[in-house]
């Protein structure tokens, strides 16, 4: 028998902290050994010339998540996952949504339901608490961080979603007693409102409108607020794709005082502006999102963010609907008004090349920023042991990558559910052209070689110390 099942040979190993040349040994679905002239092995894959990096983890992804009456997310579990496979992944953290008045168990019946057996990566999920009732706080939350789902989002805006600064308070004291770590959509439901029906009424309708009716101020205050919350109670939480630098202000000063706030931020807040979508009509609903993308000052404070470690975080917060369909972004009620078109945009695939291209290609951050940006990170701060990192004992999730590749982004090469990516045209320099889940190969040679029953969900340990016994 041999020692190893795979060894990837001659490869460029990068970290979060290290970049050096070495051969990495893979049994039984594991790193098992690092080292030179590993050969003993029934295949042996040569990555001369290429980057041998852990495969990307995507903690911010929305998933067939209902999203209104007659509105349709254009991936399931398959699509999605095979779509970040190809884009270097290896694990996805999609939302399980909590309808008003359900039980928290129930909804992730249904969830597991649809990803079971239809997953070619890894995943867990967040909770998103849109209904903190006594039981779901009392009861269904503690128990739930108990058995692994020890993450959740809430939301201070969106109709059916924003919590009351009550609310916010009462979930975030739960969230310390039991050990889960809070993301926080960060937006001023009310004075979104009040400026989108101020839009509204003077005929201000089309898409370009929606980043008019929440501009960074409305971002800026419930982030500071959601960090003064965080503040009262004591308990770390995420602010999650921050979009401008007057938001990134208000977690370093955070910082600064000693709070533990993580901070993410996302490709559409590098490479688009609020300006894509002027001239474009009904077309720029492909670029509706909340936050919405700023201007290029905003793009330029967001790289520091990243290069400061401001931000520890890259996500694709991909929310994909279809441009050219009534169930997607052109509901009947979207051409009225932007208010009704749905939010979010398509990035799983895009989200490794872009950050490496524009990113390290381009000199903004190192080889060993990315990893940790975009892998690492993830696994520490949610919990995921094993994963995240080329080091012996752990998953044998990898990437290779060919650092020189080039290629232009568009629609016909992706394998998303979506009808349009917004960064069509995008030059990239820089690659994945093998994705390995748990020593098995998922995409190679541009192909499709895994199986959507392999990918397994992951139960997850706690991101923090809880605070009772
Ligand atoms: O516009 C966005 N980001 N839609 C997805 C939902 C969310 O708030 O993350
Ligand atoms: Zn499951
Ligand atoms: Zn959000
Ligand atoms: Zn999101």
Redesign the pocket.
Known sequence: MAAFDTVIRRGTIATASETYKADVGIRDGRIVSIGEALTDADEVVDAAGMLVLPGGIDSHVHISQPSGPGIVMADDFASATRAAAFGGNTFVMPYCLQAKGQPLREALKDY?AL??QNCHIDHSFHLIIADPTESVLGQELPALVADGYTSLKIFMTYADLALSDFQILEVLAVARESGALVQIHAENYDAIRFLADRLERAGNTGPYFHGKSRPIVVEREATSRAISLAELIDVPIVIVHVSNREAMDEIRRARMRGLTIHGETCPQYLVLTEDDLKDLGMEGAKYVCSPPPRDKASQQACWEGLQQGIFSLFSSDHCPFRYDDEAGKLTPNARSSFRWIPNGIPGIETRLPILFSEGVSKGRISLNQFVALTATNHAKTYGLARKGSIAVGYDADIAIWDPGRTATLSQKDLHHGADYTPYEGLEITGWPIATMLRGRFVVREGKLVGDKSYGR?LSRGKPFKPSAP
């Open positions: 597991h990803a079971d969900y």
